[in-house]
């Protein structure tokens, strides 16, 4: 079946340090591949997406490349503010079949401090 | 303005008794899903539904029940068969392969 692996965090970084969460993916076929971000206390809002190999996901300074050779969706910013501190959860969802599932990873935490 | 609508907030459930979480849509989406969230841990999939009067088990549907009569309605009720149902409970919808959008959340705690 389809699975997502995101690294263990929390994830501490100073304000305007390079951000990298690292996700990989094991899927048959061609899925589409998003971020999603959850504040404290509240649901999922989706971050990006790519929906086929080589596409790049960006919005609000982040970035991901689906890169297929390495079953990869890493998310990437240049420099964090404090407000980006929330949960990341890389995701998949399939595009064989009927059962439209979206496939989580276990997230991670980031914590942006002055 | 189109959304995903999830109440109440805040659940407080008594040990042995069923409750109730509500979750409307009104963006004409086919495809809703229910998860639940511990703390730590990602989303696992409890029941989802594709069309009206018709939803499949996830992967923990044990002590939780669902009912899919309209299309913009999927309520999921946790059982007194749920053991440990003191979790954060997400309601999402989405059309086709694209992305799927999200409600606010239940917080529902055992008393």
């Known amino acids: 079946g389809n699975s997502v692996t995101q690294m263990e965090g929390p994830v501490t970084l100073s304000e305007e340090a390079f951000l990298t969460i690292n996700c990989t993916y094991t899927?048959?076929?061609?899925?589409?591949l998003f971020w999603y971000v959850q504040y404290p206390g509240e649901g999922l809002q989706l971050l990006l997406k790519a929906t086929k190999a080589d596409d790049k996901g960006s919005n609000k300074g982040f970035e991901a490349t689906y890169r297929k050779e390495t079953t990869s969706f890493h998310l990437e910013k240049g420099s964090v503010q404090v407000s980006d501190s929330a949960v990341y959860f890389c995701?998949?969802?399939?595009?064989?079949?009927?059962?439209?599932?979206?496939?989580f990873g276990t997230g991670t935490r980031l914590q942006v401090t002055l | 303005d189109g959304g995903i609508t999830q109440s109440p907030k805040y659940l407080f459930r008594k040990e042995g008794q069923n409750v109730t979480l509500s979750c409307e849509q009104n963006?004409?989406?086919?495809?809703m899903y229910w998860y639940r969230q511990d703390p730590g841990q990602g989303l696992r999939l409890i029941y989802y539904s594709q069309i009206v009067n018709d939803f499949q088990k996830g992967d923990i549907a044990e002590g939780y029940s669902v009912s899919r009569e309209k299309k913009e309605s999927f309520p999921l009720t946790v059982t007194s068969a749920q053991k440990n149902p003191t979790a954060f409970y997400l309601c999402?919808?989405?059309?086709?392969?694209?992305?799927?959008?999200f409600g606010q959340g239940t917080r529902l705690t055992v008393v």
């Open positions: 899927a048959t076929g061609y899925p589409s």
């Open positions: 995701a998949l969802s399939g595009n064989t079949g009927t059962a439209s599932k979206l496939t």
């Open positions: 963006l004409n989406h086919d495809a």
């Open positions: 999402a919808s989405r059309r086709g392969q694209v992305e799927a959008f």
